[in-house]
């Protein structure tokens, strides 16, 4: 019986006892605040050099291209070019069967000719019939005939002519020349092939020097770009430049020569062409490239590592130290580059930011900081 009553007595009392513990061990938790700092690592906000760019993804385009198209019907009797050849404007590349355009020429040439002659013969005959009108010799009769044969061989001379006009036309589209200095692509015919107006595509014709590159753009960037148009002498010398698929820098500088007339509906966006020379041929129609266009941030420019910012229904924050807890500061960020982002507004030299702990804070949040990590000492431009 006393080995019950003890038992039960050590029940009773344990509880009691391991609450006055964990009281103990609570009051020193709230008299020590240190202990529920979250341990962070700092970052120095400092100003580097950077040039700053936007990339676009970008289309090499001709300034001129063109299909050619046969306009007559017959073979292809001659071809003067080489597949990826250059040409100049007016060299001959195809030739159609020219004999029966050459018989139609002359015939028409023939019919001109009789249509001068109906007309020399009529005319000297009302010539000599207002001679004898004068004179009372002659019926008016007669001579309002003369005058209507003079007014149809003068018709029939006109037509005659356009005969002529209409013949030369074809004859000449048998011969199919290059309407501009460029360079013509691979031959989709060979010679003895069959032709007929507008069918088979020949071949097509582009210009290569200069060439441009188109990218796209939303409608929030097109006052910036329309600026760029409209006031050129404001553009940097290398304000617009493309990377190759390579990771090659073009050499050559673009200039700005248009941007698209309207918005897309759809799409909210439009499109942007840039002028480059080509004077080796490097870029070549079709080709993709990175459009890379300087921005505001050049020179000297607040940057940090990206990781210190976290983004919160489409804006961004970054926590900056204050003595000892973190206040929760928006930013407006400019160009990434490297793990790195320029800071355009919400901070100032020499800020410590949190760079690493960010998961565990709040607005308010008191820390504990560890070693702040320096700055590099360069920013570099984009890529």
Known sequence: MKLHYAWLLAAIMSPAILASC???ENAQQQQNPAAMAVPVNAYEVKKQDVTGTDTYPGTVVPLQEVELRPQVSGYITDIYVQDGQRVTKGQKMYEIDRTRYEAAYRQAQANLQSAQANLEKFQKDLERYETLEAKEAIARQQVDYARTNVQTAKAQVAAAQAQVSSAANELGYA?????????IGISNVRVGAQVSPGQPLLNTISSMQPIAVDFVINEQEVGRFTNYLSNPKSQPDSLFTIALNNGEVYPH???????DRAIGRQS???????????????????MTVNVRVLNQDIGEQLVIPYKAVTEQLGEYFVYVIQGDSVHQQNVQLGTRFSGNVVVREGLEPGQDIVLEGIQKLREGAKVQVGTAQEAPQQAPAKQ
């Open 253 to 259: 500088v673009g200039k700005l020569i248009t941007v």
């Open 22 to 24: 964990g009281g103990k």
């Open 175 to 183: 011969v199919i020349n290059a309407p501009f200095d460029g360079v």
């Open 268 to 286: 909210g966006t439009t499109t942007v062409r840039v002028e480059f020379p080509n004077p080796d041929r490097r870029l070549i129609p079709g």
